[in-house]
């Protein structure tokens, strides 16, 4: 070995998912076939300092753990240690916890640390790494958000829940002939959305990185409706952007480190209603797509993710952190994992085959001839505040008070979208114009299901 190393650690850091305790098996098992002892800290970083709280580690205790969702050391995105890198976006620890941090490893012998999380987990290993440290991260997040790494563990098991999620949808969508709406994870990249969206046979997906808009996803739900389908299956990110600019936030708790993202799903159901006067239904997954075992994938990367990591520490490098680069993990600075986003590029292959499909972003792009046109802007269907926005359900039977004023903005939803489908523009009234051959289905379903 390049060091006598004798003993490390290993912590798991931020929200959970399935992988983690593949990680720590891997790891653990392979420190030992070296002859070093492993420690866990528990509850992420807040176990190495005051009280210092730990378990050794190994085979023993580990076994069976492969197939466990969450983490057997518990983990916290809350407490003392929240930081940030960057330039213009750095955020310091408290010299007092580097220096509490450093002594826990002193005293304990550890030869290294290895801290598994997200962006802001391994920003703390970063700064960990500036002090004098001896760590090495390893990625975590079901977003598949850090730019360093192709896949992150987690990822294919929240892809695999959207998708069951889906394929459960889609059967009782159909047998109502209902738009349902899956709001999915996804702050800052669309990845879980647009592999399950393919996956699960989505017709409309929503992600932050394509600004998309209601006229797209009506427009999209009536071409259907032209062939006979008589329901939509939308899938949205959390932190898809509303037409207006906006995410959809739940309320802020104090000691929140991020505003929490969720509701868009609930939104999108209701303008879709309002517009189109289309029963709509939402199905939020939320932690769902962070509990359960990992799949196949996932537990050969995170196993892979841990056995690299301790061959990291053993050789000395540290401040890097594993990364997969198919078809190997491989390692990289942890400075350079977290400066960056992965984010779904616009023209990226994965992308430019939902489209070849026919599925629709919600923006003005479309395989399908008619829907090449811009799309042109229709009524809003009211002035709802964004984080308090009226969840999607189905009207009471018989007339109401809002039924006139859903009615015309229906009629003029699609007045506007038949319009731009045909390349004329609507009658000063409102209706649509004379419709190509094409749109003679929608048209009559119009008259005899809608108004």
């Not at 650690?9 to 399935?18: A, K």
């Not at 720590?24 to 210092?52: M, N, Q, S």
């Not at 517009?275 to 939402?282: K, T």
């Not at 990992?294 to 892979?304: E, G, H, I, M, N």
Request: aromatic share 6%; with cysteine; glycine share 12%.
């Amino acid at each position: 070995m390049a060091r006598d190393t004798k003993r490390l650690g290993i912590l798991t850091s931020g929200g959970d998912c399935p992988g983690l305790n593949a990680v720590i098996r891997g790891a653990v098992k392979t420190a030992e076939r070296h002859g070093i002892e492993t420690v866990g800290f528990i509850k992420g970083y807040e176990g190495l300092v005051d009280p210092v709280t730990y378990v050794p580690l190994n085979s023993q205790n580990t076994s069976g753990i492969l197939t466990q969702g969450g983490t057997i050391l518990s983990s916290t995105n809350k407490g003392r240690f929240a930081a940030r890198i960057g330039i213009d976006n750095r955020l310091d620890l408290d010299p007092k916890l580097l220096a509490g941090v450093k002594a826990t490893c002193d005293q304990l012998g550890l030869e290294g640390l290895i801290c598994v999380g997200g962006d802001g987990s391994l920003a703390v290993a970063e700064q960990f790494h500036e002090y004098g440290i001896p760590v090495v991260g390893v990625p975590k997040t079901i977003d598949n958000d850090l730019s360093a790494t192709a896949f992150t563990f987690g990822f294919d098991s929240a892809v695999a829940c959207a998708t069951d999620a889906l394929d459960r949808l889609h059967t009782t969508a159909a047998s109502h002939e209902r738009i349902m709406v899956l709001e999915v994870m996804g702050r800052h990249a669309g990845w879980i959305a647009l592999y399950a969206g393919i996956a699960g046979g989505g017709d409309v997906i929503l992600i932050p990185e394509i600004a998309w808009t209601y006229e797209g996803v009506c427009a999209k739900i009536l071409a259907r409706e032209k062939i006979g389908k008589r329901f939509t299956l939308v899938v949205v990110a959390e932190g898809a952007e509303l037409p207006e600019g906006d995410t959809v936030t739940q309320e802020r708790r104090q000691e929140a480190r991020q505003t929490r993202l969720g509701g868009i799903g609930n939104v999108v159901a209701y303008e879709i209603e309002q517009r189109l006067g289309r029963e709509s239904r939402v199905v939020v997954l939320g932690h769902l797509q962070r509990g359960g075992p990992p799949t196949t994938f996932d537990r050969v990367l995170a196993t892979q993710f841990g056995a690299h990591a301790v061959r990291l520490i053993i050789e000395g490098r540290f401040g890097e952190m594993v990364c997969y680069n198919p078809p190997a993990v491989e390692s990289v600075p942890i400075i350079e994992a977290v400066n960056q986003l992965s984010r779904v590029e616009h023209d990226s292959s994965v992308v430019q085959a939902a489209r070849a499909l026919g599925i629709s972003f919600g923006d003005a792009v479309s395989t399908e001839g008619p829907f090449s046109q811009p799309l042109i802007a229709c009524p809003k269907a009211t002035e709802s505040s964004v984080t308090g926005a009226p969840a999607a359900t189905s009207p009471a039977p018989g007339p109401t008070a809002t039924e006139p004023a859903a009615t015309e903005l229906a009629k003029a939803t699609f007045a506007t979208a038949s319009a731009t489908l045909s390349g004329q523009e609507p009658t000063a009234d409102g209706a649509a114009p004379d419709l190509p051959l094409e749109w003679a289905i929608a048209a009559e379903y119009k008259e005899s299901h809608v108004w």
